[in-house]
């Protein structure tokens, strides 16, 4: 199949094409940078001509509120509107465990949006709903940060590596369409205060990690299950401390 990959340059655009064409398939990587922009059109009719399968792994550039729903809304509208044009049969798109819960940060809101537009259209549609990436807990923790003090709640927490979701995703996109939404996450299951805590001392970072309730993720306060899949997910095989060996080899 020729399959599309919208943000097909990123974290896991990249790791999802090279998959896709491990199997014999047609991936393309769409990006700014290959000519491809969701947010103007460009290169959208072009790219997209005898596309089966397009799948949206890009991200926003901004996390401001307004910023980041703009970029949701229009990308998403414009990509639509070019697969239907083109005839695509199948639209897949990457998005987060727990949009539709607490915290309902402005990143959150954004992608709920995002899910409502495919869901309205006309084109068959998947949409995979994935953890936080092993790639980014580093982020979340200096977000997290006041002065040496990291806080953090102690709340449930399931993060996965990169090379995980993007397996995932393309299981979907060689599938037949969901018309719904799958849920993925890594394999071990813990409380995020506790994460971290253990992350920071295999990093060797002296911060220190504070247990606390009311600590808030990107703006929001989460529950117990904010963050993590309900039964039934799929899995990732890759273990955080693992993958933090692996990629401390590879450096």
């Keep these: 199949m020729k399959i599309?990959?919208?943000?097909?340059?990123g974290l896991i655009g990249s790791k999802l094409v090279a998959k896709l064409g491990e199997h014999g398939h047609e991936a393309v990587a769409a990006a700014p940078n290959t000519?491809?922009?969701t947010i103007t059109g460009e290169g959208l009719a072009e790219v997209l001509a005898g596309a089966q399968v397009v799948v949206d792994v890009s991200n926003s550039p901004s996390w401001e509120e307004t910023a980041v729903r703009e970029f949701f809304e229009t990308s998403t509208r414009n990509l639509l509107a070019a697969e239907a044009a083109a005839g695509v049969g199948h639209h897949v798109a990457l998005s987060i465990v727990g949009t539709e819960r607490p915290p309902g940060n402005a990143y959150f809101r954004a992608k709920v949006a995002q899910e409502q537009l495919i869901e309205k259209s006309s084109i068959p549609f998947s949409i995979v709903h994935a953890t936080q990436f092993f790639e980014f807990v580093r982020g979340i923790a200096d977000n997290a940060t006041e002065g040496n003090t990291v806080r953090m709640?102690?709340?449930?927490?399931?993060?996965m590596a990169g090379d995980d979701v993007a397996?995932?995703?393309g299981r979907v996109a060689v599938g037949t369409p969901l018309n719904g939404m799958v849920e993925v996450g890594g394999p071990e299951q813990v409380r995020m205060d506790e994460f971290f805590r253990d992350a920071l001392a295999?990093?060797?970072?002296?911060?220190?990690?504070?247990?606390?309730?009311?600590?808030?993720?990107f703006g929001g306060e989460l529950l117990e299950r904010s963050l993590?899949?309900?039964?039934?997910a799929t899995l990732g095989q890759i273990r955080y401390r693992d993958w933090l060996d692996r990629d401390a080899a590879a450096k």
């Design 228 to 232: 993590v899949p309900d039964d039934g």
């Design 35 to 37: 000519g491809v922009n």
């Design 202 to 217: 295999a990093w060797g970072d002296p911060r220190e990690v504070v247990t606390d309730p009311h600590a808030l993720y």
């Design 167 to 169: 397996q995932a995703v």
């Design 153 to 159: 709640p102690p709340v449930l927490f399931q993060p």
């Design 4 to 9: 599309v990959v919208i943000g097909g340059t």
